[in-house]
């Protein structure tokens, strides 16, 4: 290898589903023989469980947070040893969100439930479902509710500390969405519109839409942002909801381009680059200075990919039968297959150093790194 590796709808008091009949899905594209171009070994792998929930795990000093069921469990990326496991007291709704000491999630019941290096030191009741995973930086704890509401939270004690919130759509989107911060600000969605938000005091910093949602109806016009976005020094970018793939300067506020693109899976991103596949697994790969179509690919198609990630020279896809798909970034061209498991392959891969950890729905972990 040339280097190391760098659906749900609620509405107030609505839940609504968007899946379409399996019967009407096109049978997925047969997979063609790749000769390997690169090499990894699995490292560990681990169990925590079946995963229900749009699980989107967080990485901080070398450690994985993970959480299933009601459970929330800290392992060391270098060889997938419990650091410590925690309970939750209900089953987790929401991803985990961890600074390296303080860590969070949020239940079914919509209790914030923050833990202190393994230990339980509080837990408060937002008043919508949360589907985001917390974040927590600056000894503070921010959730988003799916109502769009912003709420930050003491990280020592529970405190709540503002609420941002403004009148929106009636219909928005039950997938992880953004919250994550860029130098002194906080940045969430709201809508198809990246918002930095003052992290003291919850005001309004800019708003940069990445999309412009059309449709004769609430469903075809939403336009959620999808996350986790990525970030390439100050430009972050990402994907809104079956509308399009964009990206911001976040340190002016100022859009650098958006281009539509139906797709439902977040985008990955290096510095020449932005790649994601759309709603028919269709990859396609966008200059990342300007927007402009480098290369696609339609060897997976409707083969249910999830998210990606960039990883040294590689494009990393996984699929619902479980294989990883790694492609030439620059290229699109195949580079290696792997089948870790059986099940599906649940959002995108997340780095830790040179450990790449891959999630199965069935709660299955698996860890990679390049030989």
């Known amino acids: 290898m040339r280097s190391s590796w760098q659906r749900w709808l609620g509405a107030a008091g609505v ?9 009407d899905k096109p049978k997925p594209t047969p997979l063609e023989p790749v000769a390997a171009k690169i090499s ?13 929930f749009p699980m989107v795990p967080t990485v901080q000093g070398g450690v994985f947070f993970v959480a299933s069921g009601g459970e929330v469990r800290a ?5 997938g040893g419990e650091l410590w496991r925690a309970s939750a007291g209900g089953a987790i709704a929401a991803g985990v969100g961890s600074d390296g000491r303080y860590t969070s999630v949020v239940t079914r019941g919509n209790e914030v439930v923050t833990f202190d290096n393994g230990r339980e ?38 405190r709540r500390l503002w609420v941002y919130s403004k009148p929106g759509d009636a219909l928005t989107l039950a997938q992880a969405s953004v919250v994550t ?30 999309a412009s949602p059309r449709g004769t109806n609430e469903v075809e016009r939403l336009a959620d942002l999808i996350g986790p976005m990525v970030r390439v020094g100050d ?29 439902a899976q977040a985008v990955a991103s290096n510095a020449e680059l932005v790649i994601g ?13 300007t927007g402009d179509v480098a290369w696609q690919s339609e060897r997976l198609l409707y083969r249910g990919l999830g998210g990606a990630l960039a990883v040294g020279p590689s494009v990393v896809f996984g699929d619902e039968q479980g294989y990883l798909h790694f492609m030439d970034a620059a290229t699109g ?39």
């Open 181 to 210: 911060a860029f130098r002194n600000s906080l940045l969430v969605a709201q809508g198809q519109r990246l918002t930095a938000l003052d992290p003291l005091r919850g005001t309004v910093l800019w708003e940069v839409p990445l």
């Open 75 to 79: 392992l060391k990326a270098e060889d």
């Open 235 to 263: 430009r972050v970018c990402g994907r809104a909801f079956q509308s399009a793939v964009g990206c911001a300067d976040a340190a002016r506020g100022a859009l650098l381009w958006s281009r539509n693109n139906a797709g």
């Open 121 to 158: 030191v509080w837990r408060k009741r937002v008043p919508s479902a949360v589907v985001t995973p917390p974040f927590v930086g600056g000894e503070r704890v921010f959730v988003m509710g799916v109502d769009r509401a912003v709420h930050a939270f003491d990280a020592l004690d529970g």
């Open 40 to 52: 990894a070994r699995q490292v560990w792998s681990a169990s925590i469980g079946s995963i229900n």
């Open 277 to 289: 596949a759309d709603a028919s697994d269709r990859i396609t790969a966008w200059r990342a200075s």
């Open 333 to 371: 061209e195949p580079q290696l297959r792997l089948q870790p498991g059986s099940k599906g392959v649940l959002g995108a891969p997340v780095l830790s150093g040179t450990t790449m950890l891959v999630i199965a729905r069935d709660g299955g972990l698996y860890a990679f790194r390049p030989n």
């Open 15 to 23: 839940v609504l589903m968007l899946a379409g009949c399996a019967a």
